[in-house]
């Protein structure tokens, strides 16, 4: 007996390690079907009309449509009709052959692509009365199609016999008198009709027919065997349709796995019939769920998952157990009956018929969701290790599990396995609330407790240094009544002294440690509610970056020992051993709050934030990689990855994370989300094409060029690509999603511009698309130009010489006219010294004074009427002074006063404008010298009014180039917006100025005008729009000095309607502007999609332009501020509290730079905004630190407004003084100005709230600050 004890103890010693490591699991898949991601739209197929689905053994998809033929290779869509060869439309049925030739089946014919086109392939001629249902390759390689008038038999792509009734023979012998023409048999038919709806063939030579009768109200299904000796089908009757169980016309014939026969009928009411060696079973899917028995397809996938499409709806049968699935849990089309077709890759297409078609990812080689895993690591045999829900650790190879607990000496509450450089696994977390790690030998766990530590080791907190020396940090929430320190447990030599380890303890304010790291220095860098750090001989608190003094939630570094830490609130820190680089919303993020951090290296570094996971290439982020329901929250889960291209997202939460701290009951455990989902990333890469582009760009050097790209069957969408381009073969732009660019000033001569795509699984087109453009030379340094000006140079020498030889002749004769020619142009007369005219003048000026006959009559007569009195004054003084001897006609010039004078005709003439010139002609008369004058008169209307158009031309230009610039940086959304509010604010002022009774109650109705004048004015100029903000300035000032009038009237309102009418036109102004910019907006800007990005810019804009103007240095916080918080019909209201606030903070709050120095304050002050949202209510909290409200002013306002009695003022609280500000009119400014000064603001945003059910709340404090509390309830906003 003792010596069998001996022997089974020897036994149990030898066997132990394998019946520990014997315990098998088994991994749950998550239902494909229910995960979005997996589901691809193929949009360009809506609207075509699919009915059948085809893959060729290239791998080509092929789509029978109501337009014909549609061809997908992955990339392109090729669409083929019956001008592309094919025989009729719509395609019904397709089927590739063994030697790639392609058949289509059509109300019409078959036809067949071959060598790269379509051919009629029986008949030669569409026969609209011929239908083709269903085409099926047999064993033989032959193809069989069938259809409404029988069976079509082709060997060799020739029809080899037609199967069909009495009446049709004649037809076919006709149309194939090659063919032999069989009879069918009566037995099998119905009224001599024989409509085949179905023929199905599984892999061996038996072949079933669905055949429908009477119009699809009866039906039988036939079996037939091909006989060599007769070149035929034997057929007989399997089934004849039952009173109740009737096979119609649509009927679906399929074999699954198990070998039965199923018969799935189109109709309604009648069920799925499954036909065994001797019986038959009814299924009814649709009554097993609650609705319509109506099918429409069947398949079994190769995982032996069975799918029936129904209308609108299908359904599955795996495991043996049937599921059911309908919009909008599964995106199925709701009124059609779906269709299924699987391809080579195993991918499950589902069809709407003649609707929608999509392609599912079904198998796991690309995705996979395992319940109740994470994953963790792959060791350096290739093995893969898992914790389970239950806190098990599994260890797969291949298709092999395997399970690990306490009984193989496990903790007792693991949350990380973790694999050395040196091939060793750990395990770390907690054993019976104290924590503990394991390392696995010879197939057992053996534990190390650290009761000093705490309850667990942090799941994040695992580490090996470059030295091999591992790292574990304690969990938050320690027990020091319990004995606990906190801290970290170091093990210097793991691999030879496990037994040796060093406690350190940490100064953290808020013990736990969130994650270990150690950058290219050596030194060890901790994260947690307050960061540290190991210089190899003492730990030290961080300080900087000052954003580590905050929560900082993961570490990580990577093999090139770059060291990168997450922030709560500040982004992701990467620090090379010399300097911190800060990535955050900025700079790509698209949150502030880092969760989890995977760098495989400097260039592919994998985070999690609140708002999703993104990747960073080494030069910028691509953001939202993967569907929103794969977020990880803070310990809510992890990135990892196990070989070259596959990557597993973990989800867990802090409940499970921290279970070993207390007691938690399995039924919260189970209601905690915990899985892991398997991503293998494709290798295809995408390809790109040139939208459009000039090949001759003109000299400028401006032109747009714009791309697009394409991933296989679209694994990533058209609008999820990047791009990357360079030109003249320099370096390449960063990968951005722009599709455009607008070059500018590029240099004349020839260009070379490469453009490549990326997808979402980092794989570049590795043959970017080129192009060639020339920017075109000057037009003087072109061939056609410089030819015909050589040639025009030497017409014009040979000219010259011409004019040069006949000058020479002309030269006496000009002497003699000279005189003459110098001094006439268009009128001309002489005048003398009593301003009388000669009897010799120019029939031009009977125009000029509307007179026929002028001689000898008076110059200043001939004026009178014309010109005004005192013009006529000027005009006599002037001659006076012209007729001396000893004047200088070229000093008088300038003060003629007929040089530019407008001649007015009356009512019946249009006035006209001329200009007079006179000049001395000495005359000899009785040898006396006498001074006359010789006039010269020009019209010169058209110069005046010409230049009178282009002044006001000019004030146009001027004025729209002022908008022009400063609109041009306004993003075109937010433009929008103020146009938009503006044009309420303008109808609103419009209908008080044109109400009957608007001088009723002039006061009043003057206080609503300033309102939306004040609110237009802050909207302007947050967007930095000085030319409207100037001009609802003016505005004000004219209401402001209205409201001092005892009795304002009606011409006054007049006059406000008229600068109201300037103020509109602005407004067109600002809109036409905008419509001409918006494709420059386009085409030039990156789609901008951060709203707040664009508010933030636009507050800080304002702050700037106001601070200037008040001699303040002022800087804005908003690190806290997430417009996404508000509802969006909110948004406008909170911006213009924001520029109400801002302005106030400003004017009033802030000090000048030199006071705040005196107070010991920085020079640069500093407002805060932010946001904030919870169940009841949302709101948002803007502070400044400046001076606080002056209630001593306020008052002192409120007494000289004589709207209170001194008594009652003075028996106000603080808090009612505080409420001045909220009244039109009371304003701490001692003058008015752009900024403030008015009380109109404020007033403002207490209506604007009383309109919206908002609230208000003031906090302020004398010399510190001043703070707003904006809020709005939940429940009204539902409303």
């Not at 036994?11 to 019946?19: K, P, V």
């Not at 051919?119 to 011929?130: G, S």
């Amino acid at each position: 007996m003792k010596l069998i004890s001996f022997i089974g103890m020897i036994i149990w010693i030898i066997f132990a390690d394998a019946l520990y490591a014997s315990r098998p699991y088994t991994p749950k898949i998550e239902d494909p079907i229910l995960e979005p991601w997996r589901w691809r739209h193929f949009y360009e197929l809506d609207g075509k009309g699919v009915r059948s689905i085809l893959e060729d053994q290239n791998h080509t998809m092929w789509f029978g449509c109501d337009v014909g033929v549609i061809r997908y290779d992955g990339l392109n869509w090729v669409e083929y009709d019956t001008t592309s060869g094919l025989i009729s439309v719509p395609v019904i049925a397709l089927q590739a052959s063994d030697n790639g030739s392609i058949y289509a089946g059509s109300a019409g014919g078959i036809s067949i692509f071959k060598e790269n086109h379509w051919t009629a392939l029986f008949p030669e001629k569409p026969n609209p009365e011929l239908t083709i249902t269903k085409i099926i390759q047999l064993n033989d390689h032959s193809v069989l199609a069938a259809g409404n008038k029988g069976l079509f038999h082709f060997k060799n792509e020739r029809l080899e016999a037609v199967y069909t009734v009495p009446n049709h023979i004649t037809y076919f012998q006709q149309q194939a008198p090659d063919s032999r023409i069989i009879e069918i048999s009566e037995d099998f038919l119905q009224n001599n009709s024989f409509h085949v709806c179905d023929v199905y063939n599984k892999n061996d030579s038996t072949l079933w027919i669905a055949v429908g009768y009477d119009h699809g109200t009866s039906g039988r299904i036939i079996k037939a065997v091909y006989c060599d000796s007769t070149n035929s089908f034997n057929m007989e009757l399997f089934h004849k349709e039952h009173p109740n169980k009737k096979y119609y016309n649509g009927t679906k014939l399929f074999i699954p796995a198990s070998g039965a026969l199923w018969s799935v009928t189109g109709q309604v009411d009648q069920s799925i019939t499954i036909f065994t060696d001797s019986t038959s079973l009814d299924l009814w899917l649709g009554s097993k769920f609650g609705v319509d028995n109506i099918y429409s397809d069947v398949i079994q996938m190769r995982d032996g998952t069975i799918f029936v499409g129904g209308l609108g709806r299908f359904f599955a049968f795996r495991e043996g157990i049937w599921k059911f699935y309908v919009s909008p849990a599964v995106p199925v089309p709701t009124s059609n009956r779906v269709l299924f077709y699987e391809d080579s890759k195993g991918d499950l297409w589902l069809i709407g018929k003649q609707n929608e078609v999509f392609m599912i990812e079904y198998t796991s080689q690309n995705w996979a969701t395992h319940k109740n895993l994470n994953f963790h690591v792959t060791d350096h045999d290739g093995n893969r290790w898992f914790i389970n829900r239950e806190g098990r650790v599994i260890k797969n190879v291949d298709d092999k599990w395997i399970s690990y607990g306490q009984e193989d000496g496990l903790i007792s509450t693991p949350v990380r396995v973790f694999c050395t450089s040196y091939g060793e696994l750990w395990v770390s977390g907690g054993h019976l609330s104290n924590a503990a790690v394991a390392y696995l030998s010879n197939g057992k766990w053996v534990k190390k407790i650290f009761p000093k530590l705490g309850w667990g080791i942090d799941a994040r907190s695992v580490f090996e240094d470059y030295s091999g020396a591992l790292w574990f940090g304690c969990n938050i929430d320690i027990k020091p009544e319990k004995g606990h320190q906190g801290g970290i447990i170091k093990f210097p030599d793991p691999r030879h002294k496990k037994d040796e380890f060093i406690h350190y303890k940490l100064p953290q304010t808020e013990v736990g440690v969130y994650g270990i790291g150690q950058s290219k220095d050596g030194i060890i860098w901790v994260a947690g509610v307050s960061g540290c750090y190991f210089d190899s001989e003492q730990w030290h608190a961080t300080h900087f970056p000052k954003e580590f003094i905050y929560h900082t939630d993961c570490i990580y570094t990577s093999e090139d020992s770059i060291l990168w830490v997450g922030s709560r609130n500040y982004g992701l820190f990467r620090f090379d051993g010399r300097e911190w680089r800060n990535f955050n919303m900025s700079t790509g993020l698209n949150s502030n709050s880092v969760t989890s951090i995977f760098a495989e290296s400097d260039t592919c570094v994998w985070i999690s934030t609140s708002k999703g996971i993104s990747r960073y290439d080494g030069y910028s982020w691509t953001t939202d990689i993967f569907p929103r329901q794969l977020d990880i929250v803070n310990e809510g889960g992890e990135i990892r990855k196990s070989g070259l291209r596959s990557l597993w997202i973990n989800k867990s939460s802090r409940i499970w994370n921290r279970r070993g701290e207390k007691n938690i009951s399995e039924t919260l455990l189970n209601e905690q989300p915990y899985w892991t989902v398997y991503y293998k990333q494709d290798e295809q890469p995408p390809e790109t094409d040139i939208v459009r582009y000039e090949e001759e760009v003109s000299q400028t050097g401006n032109t747009i060029i714009t791309w697009s790209g394409k991933d296989p069957y679209s694994r990533t969408a058209v609008e999820n690509l990047q791009y990357s381009y360079r030109i003249d073969e320099n370096e390449w732009t960063s990968f951005s999603s722009e599709t455009s660019h607008f070059f500018s000033e590029l240099k004349s001569g020839l260009h070379t511009l490469e453009v490549r795509a990326r997808d979402m699984d980092f794989n570049i087109d590795p043959t970017p698309v080129k192009i060639e453009f020339e920017v075109m030379y000057p037009i003087y340094l072109r061939r056609e130009f410089l030819i015909p000006v050589g040639l025009l140079t030497m017409l014009s020498i040979f000219l010259l010489v011409r004019v040069v030889r006949k000058s020479r002749q002309l030269r006496q004769a000009k002497r003699e006219t000279d005189n003459i020619l110098q001094n006439v142009e268009e009128g001309l007369f002489l005048l003398d010294n009593k301003f009388n005219l000669g009897s010799q003048y120019s029939e031009f000026l009977k125009g000029v004074f509307n007179e026929e006959n002028m001689a000898n009559k008076s110059l200043i007569q001939l004026l009178s009427g014309k010109i005004s009195p005192e013009e006529l004054d000027s005009v006599q003084s002037y001659l006076n002074i012209m007729f001396r001897k000893d004047t200088d006609e070229n000093m008088l010039e300038e003060l003629n006063p007929l040089s530019n004078i407008k001649f007015d005709y009356g009512k019946d003439l249009t006035p006209r404008y001329f200009s007079f010139r006179f000049r001395n002609i000495p005359v000899l008369d009785k040898n006396i010298l006498e001074h006359n004058l010789i006039v010269v008169v020009q019209d010169i209307t058209e110069q005046i009014n010409l230049g009178k158009k282009l002044q006001k031309a000019q004030q146009d230009a001027d004025r729209k180039m002022k908008w022009l610039l400063s609109i041009l940086h306004v993003d075109p959304a937010m433009l929008q917006e103020f146009i938009a509010s503006a044009d309420n604010e303008l109808v609103y002022v419009s209908e008080i100025l044109n109400a009957g009774n608007v001088l009723d109650d002039f006061s009043a109705n003057m206080e609503k005008i300033y309102r939306s004048m004040h609110l237009m004015k802050g909207n302007a100029s947050l967007l930095s729009l000085d030319l409207f903000a100037e001009e609802t300035h003016k505005y004000e000032d004219k209401i402001s000095e209205l409201q001092k009038k005892e009795k304002p009237g009606k011409d006054d309102i007049e006059a406000l309607k008229t600068d109201l009418e300037s103020i509109k036109a602005s407004i067109v102004e600002i809109t036409s502007l905008l419509d001409r910019i918006s494709e420059i907006h386009n085409q030039m800007r990156t789609k901008r999609g951060f709203e707040k990005k664009l508010l933030v810019q636009s507050l800080k804009n304002l702050i700037d332009d106001a601070s200037k103007s008040e001699h303040k240095k002022v800087k804005l916080k908003y690190d806290q501020f997430n417009i996404e918080e508000i509802p969006y019909q909110k948004r406008l209201l909170i911006k213009e509290f924001l520029i109400q606030f801002i302005r106030n903070s400003i004017a009033h709050g802030i000090e000048l730079p030199k006071d705040r120095k005196k107070n010991k304050k920085p020079e640069c002050g500093e407002i805060q905004i932010s946001t904030f949202k919870n169940e009841n209510e949302y709101g948002i909290i803007y502070s400044d630190d400046g001076r606080g409200l002056q209630l001593d002013k306020l008052k002192e306002k409120a007494l000289k407004s004589g709207k209170w009695k001194s008594s009652e003022i003075e028996s106000w609280s603080r808090d009612q003084l505080a409420e001045l500000i909220f009244i039109s009119g009371i304003s701490t400014s001692d003058a008015v100005t752009i900024v403030s000064g008015r009380g109109v603001g404020l007033d403002m945003v207490k209506h604007k709230l009383d309109q919206n059910n908002g609230e208000i709340i003031i906090d302020s404090r004398e010399g510190q600050y001043c703070r707003f509390t904006v809020k709005f309830t939940a429940e009204a906003e539902k409303e």
